[in-house]
């Protein structure tokens, strides 16, 4: 295809939506060649900006910015460009006619490739386009350790190129570089399997097992299991622990409607592990509220996080409380995961200011009960209502 003129187009609410990249080259009477104009994505049933920018090694806000997005919302068949991180300068190119095709800042592809705004740049010249770092924005709940695992990072090198220490805190809406090394950010997308690596926590004073896991997000008797270690064992400074960091490929969903059906033994509970804050939406009505995982094994034991989730959430169950469950997506780092939750508040409680007097209880795929160990029959239906199966 190549010289060939190519305008990708989508019909959004009746209208024809052009990209506005191909129409620069379009208007200019430009050849837009397959090479120049990158990876034209075509968006698929379920997916989101987050997962296509996994797909590619590139960051949502690299996507939006070269398509001109003003919102993560993108339809079933909209053609998104997906600039390559490298280009190879043709005949007649000059920074700005680059940084004009590709809808990149020129500050951009100057400070990049050490050029000032008068140099000459020759064909065959090869310049970067991207910044071969990611840039994650931190949601509430994340910690270095967490968006290290993430994106399969060390967490020394993530420490390292954003100024920070063991324990700098981190704060929702701060911008983290991600240097990208090792497998390219897709290999564990291709991946059709959860897999487990492993790394090494170093004790400090005060830590504990129970401290550990949650500061890596995954179980205590995980934890001891790998390290022979029993409830019992008292952990002393400079003690080394082997860290099992679980990788969770992307599943695809039915629909943007629904969610992922992942296992909670080997997939659900590392992404939404205790202490992490997530976003409910109930299935039927779309109503949402905010809760964080406070406790739980076999299940997901959690909490509103203030009196207006508990009202929002007490609403969708009549008004109120109920052992009744309903199909719910659990929206957590990006991901939207098929789940099944009741409203009964019950045991014990973590945050004492919510108007929630206990706990409540949020299934997934494979989950138990903590009374009998059994599976819920009610509870699995809906998981796979809220999946679309």
């Known amino acids: 295809m190549k010289g060939k003129k190519v305008l990708a187009t989508v019909v959004i609410g009746g209208f024809l ?6 129409l620069k080259a379009e208007a200019a009477g430009e050849p837009v060649t397959e090479f120049q104009k990158g990876v034209v994505h075509e968006v698929q049933p379920g997916e989101s900006l987050w997962k ?83 840039v994650h924005t931190v949601q509430e709940g994340d910690t270095p350790w967490l968006i290290s695992r993430q ?19 981190i704060y929702p809406g701060q911008e983290l570089i991600v240097p990208v090394s090792g497998p390219e950010p897709d290999a564990a997308l291709e991946a059709q399997e959860p897999y487990v690596t492993y790394t090494t926590h170093t004790v400090q004073p005060g830590d504990t097992l129970w401290n550990v896991s949650i500061q890596y997000g995954i179980p205590m008797q995980e ?44 997939e659900a509970q590392y992404l939404w592990p205790i202490g992490r804050e997530a976003t409910i939406i109930d299935f039927y009505t779309g109503k949402s509220w905010r809760m964080r995982r406070t406790f739980g094994a076999a299940h ?7 009196a207006e989730d508990t009202a929002i959430m007490k609403s ?41 007097p206990g706990h409540s209880d949020i299934h997934f795929l494979n989950s138990r009960r903590h009374k009998d160990n059994t599976i819920s029959e009610s509870h699995q239906k809906n998981v796979h209502i809220a999946a679309g199966q």
């Not at 994106?151 to 805190?169: I, K, R």
């Not at 490929?249 to 080997?266: A, Q």
């Not at 997901?300 to 203030?306: G, N």
């Not at 009549?318 to 019950?346: D, Q, Y």
């Open 316 to 356: 969708v169950w009549g008004g109120e409380w109920s052992w009744t469950p309903r199909p719910v997506l659990v929206v957590v780092n990006g991901r939207r995961i098929a789940a099944s939750a009741s409203a009964m508040p019950h045991s014990v409680e973590k945050i004492l200011d919510n108007d929630f």
């Open 17 to 22: 939506a052009f990209s506005p990249w191909l």
């Open 300 to 306: 997901a034991d959690v909490e509103p996080l203030t």
């Open 52 to 134: 296509i920018s996994q797909k590619y090694g590139v960051s949502v806000d690299q996507i939006r910015r070269q398509n001109s997005l003003s919102s993560d919302v993108i339809l079933f068949g909209q053609k998104l460009l997906i600039v390559p991180a490298n280009y190879t300068v043709q005949d007649g190119d000059t920074p700005w006619l680059i940084s004009q095709r590709f809808n990149i800042p020129l500050e951009q592809i100057l400070n990049l490739n050490g050029l000032n705004s008068g140099d000459v740049i020759y064909p065959g010249q090869k310049l970067l386009l991207l910044n071969p770092n990611l």
């Open 223 to 266: 934890l001891m299991e790998v390290n022979n270690l029993d409830e019992s064992t008292v952990l002393y400074p400079g003690q080394e622990l082997t860290i099992p960091v679980h990788h969770i490929p992307v599943k695809p969903t039915v629909s943007p409607r629904h969610g992922e059906l992942l296992d909670w033994w080997t």
């Open 151 to 169: 994106y399969n990072v060390s967490l020394e090198e993530l420490l390292a190129v954003n100024g920070l220490q063991e324990t700098s805190v």
